[in-house]
């Protein structure tokens, strides 16, 4: 099992700035790849950022340019740096882990997600 915490979210005007925070506990060497999600009223969940085990990061083209994730394996913690952030990013955010399959180690093949935080840009 792993659990994610998120943290960082708030209201912020356009052109700012945030940082998101995912700390990860329990079984996190099952752990593979991690990302974020975000979900605006009425629309779909959608993944606009991850990073693999090695560090190569996926972005949504929304997005690309402006956000960074990352991921600090030490301290079992995902970010996600927003720069010059648009209206259009408000929205809740979630981080999702994905674990491997793994018989030796217990792992099962699955996706756990955190609670979600918000972001709120405003003009």
Same mark, same amino acid.
């Given at each position: 099992q792993v659990q994610l915490v998120e943290? /960082?979210?708030?209201?912020?005007q356009t052109g /700012?700035?945030?940082r998101l925070s995912c700390?990860?506990?329990?079984?996190?060497?099952?752990?593979?790849?991690?990302?974020? %999600?975000?979900q605006a009223?009425?629309?779909? $969940?959608?993944?606009?950022?991850?990073?693999?085990? /090695? /560090?190569?990061? %996926? %972005?949504a083209l929304s997005v690309k340019g $402006?956000?960074?994730?990352? $991921?600090?394996?030490?301290?079992n913690t995902l970010y996600l740096q927003m720069n010059s952030l648009k209206t259009e990013d408000t929205a809740v955010y979630y981080c999702v882990?994905?674990?491997? =399959?793994?018989q030796s180690m217990g792992c099962p093949q699955t996706d756990y997600w955190? =609670?979600?935080? =918000?972001?709120?840009?405003?003009?």
């Open positions: 943290s /960082g979210g708030g209201l912020v /700012g700035s945030l700390a990860a506990s329990g079984d996190t060497i099952c752990i593979s790849s991690m990302g974020w %999600y975000h009223p009425g629309k779909e $969940r959608e993944l606009i950022a991850g990073i693999t085990s /090695g /560090g190569s990061p %996926y %972005y $402006r956000f960074t994730i990352s $991921r600090d394996k030490s301290k882990a994905r674990t491997s =399959q793994s955190g =609670q979600g935080t =918000q972001v709120t840009v405003s003009s």
